[in-house]
């Protein structure tokens, strides 16, 4: 159809207005991708992240969170280390209705050559029961009562450049106590900071730290994930002084969170694209001023006032789709780029430390937030679209004004 | 004897500038058989166009009727009459007016793909209708590496394409010089003859005049036989 023709050639012959007018829709749909990218970035790390939690349905600890003194967490290494729990409550919260099986976990800040790491001590059978067990990629897990033995997450085995089989020395406090234990497996994440960990039986972790008839988590097993939230309020109400932690909470208010982003970033995108959309405005009516007569001619051969319209709304259709274009295209760079211009604030939120709960931190917080963009088709699809509704729309006030033209009207004009 | 293609019954039309009421035609009749060639002459600012305008379907008057195969056009809606630009009647202007975008032969297949042809047919006969005003080797070019004799004569074809019965035409010559101009009116008088299309041509050119079947001139709003 020569409606298409006719847009395009007019785009083509005005090249540097179409190009600035494009820009304008430019701007705005490369912010919009940009921004969904990094929404879509951060939901893609919060799933990794609850799956990193352990696979337990419900974690239990102690309600004041730290304890004073042990460990002292410093800054830069790990978490301060956990209150206790009397391990006399394992029992109660294994004999709720609907748990499956319970695993008692002591966890605590010490040093591993120096380097201050966070310390799981875990009943290996039981662990891998109510978790399913970390993802070994050398060695394996710890074995059953086997004492002396360490398993380190990938990064730490790199940070410290150790190997399969090497002995390291893990210390507790000030005091400086220390043992040495042999390292059997390297488990990775793909979260860097949570390879910042070790894992050691809980009765060695117990001893190191004269602990002993303690814990400082119970991870719960439920028999049907239907029914995590009952038993978590059973938990909470019947042992004292506890906090209960179901991911699956924690990875629901994380999307809650995703999506009051996902609002005020579109919001802010769809700004900058009504910004945008006051060119496109702007050049179809100054199209239309230059194009009267043109209008009057195609009026006069028996254009009807609908192909007059479709003439000029194409026109402001392809400046909305070339804007689109350019725009995913130049968002989807900046998206790519994004990530080495953040690197410098990154790099002290990837320092050592560990933890098991990254949404109660401040410092996870803030590795969340600066998430690796993800582009993904939807992403582009909303965005390339968005692009062409916007040059649709404002093209729709132009293109009506030069399909009321009088066509004697259009024709006298100069 | 040759049927009326176009009557128009006391046509007057009215404008206003600002305050003032301008009557550009003042009750004129005029009756028009298929296949003459019409001149309309006459000062400028008499109503020439205004009539043309009328006739064509550009415009509408404030009182009479326009017949035209037995249809008054002046009672048609704004779709209609846009129908009726399309397919019955055929426009030339004084600048040629071509769509400076777009090539010889697609500036001539414009009218056919508003009636809804499909793209080889339209191709096919805006290169025949090309063919026959001559320019056939000139399909591709775009109107500005065209001279102006050139672009008239595709305006003639575009005016052609969807074989109206009626061809209106204002100053067609104006902008030519007289050798374009006389060619232009051999080809109008050879179309006119082998298609027994209807002419109606505003114009001072005594080159158009002397080949017309029949001349009018209009003075103040009144028309009369030459």
Redesign the interface.
């Known amino acids: ?2 409606t298409w ?2 847009a395009a ?2 785009l083509k ?1 005005r090249k540097l207005r179409t190009a600035l007018t494009a820009s304008g829709i430019v701007v705005g749909i490369s912010m919009m991708l940009i921004l969904l990218s990094l929404v879509s970035g951060m939901e893609v790390q919060a799933r990794h992240m609850v799956r990193a939690l352990g696979g337990a349905d419900i974690t239990v600890s102690n309600s004041t969170s730290f304890r004073g003194g042990v460990g002292g967490g410093g800054f830069f290494g790990a978490l301060p280390s956990p209150s206790t729990l009397d391990a006399s409550i394992l029992d109660v919260v294994g004999g709720i209705p609907g748990v499956y099986a319970v695993s008692p976990q002591f966890s605590f800040s010490g040093s591993i050559n120096g380097r201050r790491v966070t310390v799981y001590g875990v009943v290996p059978s039981l662990y891998e029961v109510v978790t399913s067990g970390l993802n070994i990629v050398e060695g394996r897990f710890l074995a059953e009562d086997s004492g002396g033995e360490i398993v380190l997450g990938k990064a730490l085995m790199e940070l410290l450049n150790l190997t399969l089989g090497q002995t390291v020395s893990l210390s507790v406090g000030q005091e400086g106590v220390e043992r040495n234990f042999t390292i059997v497996g390297v488990f990775e994440t793909g979260m860097l900071f949570q390879e910042y960990a070790a894992y050691i039986t809980l009765s060695d972790a117990q001893d190191i730290t004269g602990e002993r008839g303690s814990v400082t988590q119970i991870l719960v097993k439920c028999e049907d994930p239907s029914v995590v939230s009952d038993v978590a309020s059973i938990i909470s109400s019947t042992v004292p002084g506890v906090r209960v932690i179901t991911p699956t909470a924690v990875l629901q208010q994380a999307n809650q969170m995703l999506n009051t982003l996902t609002m005020f970033f579109a919001t802010i995108g769809l700004v900058a694209l009504f910004a945008g959309s006051f060119g496109v405005i702007n050049t179809m009516i100054m199209s239309v001023t230059e194009r009267t ?2 209008i009057g ?9 609908r ?1 007059i319209m479709k003439v000029f709304l194409a026109e402001s259709f392809l400046i909305g789709l070339i804007g689109g274009g350019v725009g995913v295209a130049v968002g989807s760079v900046l998206a790519y780029i994004f990530p080495m211009l953040t690197s410098g604030l990154l790099s002290t939120g990837f320092s050592p430390f560990g933890m098991r709960n990254p949404f109660s931190s401040g410092r996870a917080t803030q590795t969340f937030m600066f998430a690796t963009p993800t582009i993904t088709p939807t992403n582009i699809a909303i965005c390339f679209s968005l692009g062409a509704l916007v040059g649709v729309l404002a093209g729709l006030y132009p293109a009506w004004r030069a399909s009321r033209m ?3 009207e259009a ?1 006298r004009h100069v | 004897m040759s049927k009326t293609i176009v009557r128009a019954i006391s046509l007057s039309k009215v404008y206003r500038r600002g305050k003032v009421n301008v009557t550009a035609l003042n009750n004129v009749n005029l009756q028009v058989l298929s296949g003459e060639i019409i001149g309309i002459m006459g000062p400028s600012g008499s109503g020439k166009t205004t009539l043309l305008n009328l006739i064509g379907g550009l415009d509408k008057p404030t009182s009479g009727k326009i017949f035209v195969d037995g249809v008054d056009i002046t009672a048609l809606g704004e779709k209609d009459l846009a129908d009726y630009r399309l397919r019955k009647v055929g426009f030339v202007f004084q600048f040629y007016n071509l769509i400076p975008t777009l090539t010889a032969l697609e500036n001539v297949e414009i009218p056919m793909a508003l009636a809804g042809v499909l793209k080889k047919e339209r191709r096919e006969r805006a290169l025949n209708l090309l063919k026959m005003v001559g320019l056939e080797d000139r399909a591709d070019h775009k109107p500005d590496e065209l001279s102006g004799g050139e672009q008239q004569r595709v305006a003639i074809a575009r005016a052609l394409a969807n074989n109206p019965s009626i061809v209106l035409a204002d100053e067609p010559t104006g902008d030519l010089d007289s050798k374009s101009a006389l060619a232009l009116m051999s080809l109008i008088k050879d179309l006119n003859k082998r298609n027994g299309q209807t002419f109606i041509i505003v114009t001072h050119d005594p080159i158009v005049a002397e080949r017309c079947t029949k001349i009018y001139t209009i003075r103040d709003g009144r028309i009369e036989m030459a």
């Open positions: 159809m020569f023709s006719l050639r007019n012959r007569r043109e001619v195609l009026k006069a051969i028996g254009a009807k006032s192909d009088k066509p004697v024709l």
